[in-house]
């Protein structure tokens, strides 16, 4: 891939997600199917986005990430999901990799070659991604790791994942995990059913089971140890630029379907359209601002963290927090603008809130992400013993 400037990148995924994503999105939501010809399109045009410009990639980070999630969200958040989680495992893998992981995965990710994914939440610490209850054993010069990886974006899609584990003999506290990448065509990788979620209905997002499956040791990533370096330093800050732009993109998505609808709706007996009621257009004009100022926060928060800035992580983790909010007041005014046409037809509106509910829950999940705002203003350590 050759060198792109962010308004280029900016303008390819607007030609992708106003074509195919756009063309994709109902019936990836109706059918619950991955999007597939939006995330080879993707992976073409922009697969390698974070990936070093060195092996190929066009080395952009956290505002690039932001605005294309914005941009592919604002048409379907399943498709950008998928896309943002690949965009987040290639960064994982970026961050301190090897040469022989340079060849063997950010080279074809950034040909476009190769889908990855984040594999961190298990079932039993759920939202706490970042105690992992996966283990791993040595086994001369493999790994054999045994647990369960819950909600697997990409799921059997995938060419690899960024899983974190511990060893066997390591009792489970916060620093002593590691993180590596499992390949697709590890033997023995068991999927959970099919994904049938209220909303990201597209995305894929199975449990995987490993007893036993080998890891080669050169698949770590960094040291052992580094989990946490890799959470603060990598992971959440990528996660929470995708996924904060995936639901500013449906809240803008869904600010426009109230505004079109209030622009259509007449009223026979008055011949009074719905865009004429001081009301309705004070809470539009409130609902521009949520979106708007939210909007700022997240441009912001990219550009804090790309520089090193003082309140990075402050911005960053506000950022998802607020969009989250956002997204789901947004989704449910509109539904209330639209009346009972927007809440008795198959509209968008209906995939937007449904996909909207979905950014609370992702972990970091807002709570967390307030409960960490608090104590960084405080000087308090970001996680509990
Ligand atoms: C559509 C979708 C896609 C996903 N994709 C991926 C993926 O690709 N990779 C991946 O690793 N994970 C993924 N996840 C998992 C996600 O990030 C969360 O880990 C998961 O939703 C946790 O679900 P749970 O039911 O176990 O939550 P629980 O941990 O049971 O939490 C339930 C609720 O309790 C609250 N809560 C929990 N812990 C805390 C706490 N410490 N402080 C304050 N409140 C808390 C939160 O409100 C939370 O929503 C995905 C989830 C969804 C829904």
Not at 26 to 34: A, C, K, L, S, T
Request: aromatic share 6%.
């Amino acid at each position: 891939m050759a060198k792109m400037e962010l308004g280029a990148v900016i303008a390819a995924a607007q030609r992708v997600a106003d074509s195919t994503v756009a063309a994709e999105a109902r019936v990836v939501d109706r059918e619950g199917r991955w999007p597939e010809a939006s995330l080879k399109e993707l992976q073409r045009e922009l697969g390698g986005l974070v990936v070093d410009e060195r092996l190929g990639g066009l080395g952009h980070g956290l505002s690039a990430v932001a605005r294309v999630g914005e941009i592919i969200g604002r048409q379907c958040a399943s498709t950008s999901i998928c896309f943002g989680m690949h965009l987040v495992a290639s960064a994982v893998m970026g961050a301190k990799a090897t040469v022989r992981q340079e060849q063997e995965f950010l080279r074809p990710i950034a040909a476009g070659e190769h889908l990855s994914t984040l594999a961190l939440s298990e079932p039993g610490t759920g939202s706490e991604f970042w105690l992992p209850q996966c283990r791993m054993q040595s086994d001369g010069d493999t790994l054999r790791v045994t647990g369960t990886k819950s909600f697997v974006t990409n799921a059997t899609h995938a060419d690899s994942y960024v899983i974190n584990l511990v060893r066997a003999a390591t009792p489970a506290a916060a620093g002593s995990f590691s993180v590596a990448v499992l390949d697709a065509a590890t033997p023995g990788l068991q999927w959970g059913p099919a994904w049938h979620g209220f909303g990201m209905r597209g995305n894929d997002s199975r449990a995987l089971q490993m007893h036993d499956v080998p890891l080669d040791a050169s698949r770590l990533l960094g040291e052992e140890g580094d989990e946490i370096w890799y959470v603060f330093n990598v992971v959440a800050p990528f996660f929470l630029m995708a996924m904060a732009g995936t639901y500013l993109g449906v809240a803008t998505a869904a600010l426009e379907t109230g505004r079109e609808h209030l622009k259509r709706r007449r009223h026979t007996h008055s011949g009074r359209q719905l865009s004429t009621h001081p009301v309705l257009q004070h809470r539009l004009g409130t609902l521009w601002a949520t979106v708007e100022r939210t909007r700022r926060l997240l441009y912001f928060a990219a550009e804090e963290a790309e520089s090193a800035g003082p309140a990075a992580l402050l911005a960053l983790c506000s950022a998802k927090a607020e969009v989250a909010q956002t997204v789901d007041t947004v989704t449910n005014e509109v539904m209330t603008l639209a009346g009972g046409i927007g809440y008795g037809t198959d509209s968008d509106l209906h995939r937007y809130l449904r996909d909207g509910r979905a950014a609370h829950v992702m972990s970091p999940t807002t709570d967390i992400l307030r409960t960490w705002v608090g104590r960084a203003l405080l000087d308090e350590p970001l996680l509990e013993d």
